[in-house]
């Protein structure tokens, strides 16, 4: 076999080869971005705001009695049919006045529930932030400071309101 001829062979091996492949690879659902995910809203946020936001169309929109709607992004990609696949999608509920309410479901969006309101609640927020003496944002008597080497007692803070916990028991009264 002469040079020529055995690069046309293996072209046209090649050829079939890449067209198995294609042929076992598929896609449904709508491609879509999730990087923008911590500027959804609650109650602000709109659906129109969120195709944009996610860069697509949601897949499927299910409509609600009450005026309420849940939106489902979907993209699933499979190469040689169910031997490799990603699968994500993630389902957002709005109210009746059409307002992003809530994540529903997320499946393989790592970052969906790591932003609320556009900050992110796995990071606590910077120490200044914090106030310097909480006991003065609720109206409360603040000792003038003691130093450290005179007393290492702290009180205990207290709370603004009263939790609806403080009682411990209580009495049924039996055969009244």
């Known amino acids: 076999m002469s040079f020529p001829q055995a ?25 879509f971005d999730t990087t923008d ?32 709607a849940i939106a489902r992004w979907a993209h699933t990609s499979t190469v040689l049919t169910d031997a490799i696949y990603v699968n994500r999608e993630i389902w957002l509920a709005f109210d009746a006045y059409g307002r992003f309410e809530r994540i529903v479901k997320s499946n393989n969006v790592g970052h969906a529930n790591l932003y ?3 900050r992110r609640v796995d990071i606590p927020p910077p120490a200044a932030s914090y106030p310097a003496n909480p006991a003065a944002l609720h109206g409360q008597h603040v000792p003038a400071a003691v130093p450290a080497a ?21 009495a049924y009264p039996i055969g009244k």
């Open 7 to 31: 690069s046309r062979l293996l072209r046209s091996v090649m050829a079939v080869a890449v067209a198995a492949i294609l042929a076992a690879c598929s896609t449904t659902g709508k491609p």
């Open 150 to 170: 005179v007393s290492s007692y702290s009180a205990p803070a207290v709370p603004a309101e009263p939790s609806p916990f403080s009682r411990s028991t209580v």
């Open 116 to 118: 609320h309101d556009g």
């Open 37 to 68: 995910l911590r500027f959804l809203v609650p109650g602000e946020t709109t659906l129109q705001e969120a195709r944009q936001l996610l860069q697509g169309d949601p897949v499927n929109i299910y409509r609600q009695n009450d005026g309420s």
